[in-house]
């Protein structure tokens, strides 16, 4: 059973960061692709962020040169550092792998940037 449990979300003011994480288990991160989306209220999901299995990266415009994708695949861990955080970047997160068995969703972590 393939499970994604993000971390690390929470209150902010503008200009801070914050890193999330998402923790795998059922699934080796390091030979699948790895995202981060947010939805914020509404709004419809969108990509963050992308990493592939070889760490190649690729960014949505909004967050390029603030938000920096990485992972660890001895701890099975995804991350996302927020810096110079905005308020439009207030959102629920999530993290997602594109396996060949499917696509899957963590239940998401809360960031909320005030001004």
């Known amino acids: 059973q393939v499970q994604l449990v993000e971390s690390g979300g929470g209150p902010v003011q503008a200009g801070g960061s914050l890193r999330l994480s998402c923790a795998a288990s059922?699934?080796?991160?390091?030979?699948?692709?790895m995202g981060w989306y947010r939805q914020a209220p509404g709004k419809q999901r969108e990509l963050v962020a992308r990493?592939?299995?070889?760490?190649?990266?690729m960014y949505a415009d909004s967050v390029k040169g603030r938000f920096t994708i990485s992972k660890d695949n001895a701890k099975n861990t995804l991350y996302l550092q927020m810096n110079s955080l905005k308020p439009e970047d207030t959102a629920v997160y999530y993290c997602?792998?594109?396996?060949?068995?499917?696509?899957?969703w963590g239940q998401g972590t809360q960031v909320t940037v005030s001004s």
């Open positions: 997602n792998v594109i396996a060949a068995r499917g696509d899957y």
């Open positions: 059922g699934i080796r991160i390091s030979f699948n692709y």
């Open positions: 990493i592939t299995s070889i760490g190649g990266t």
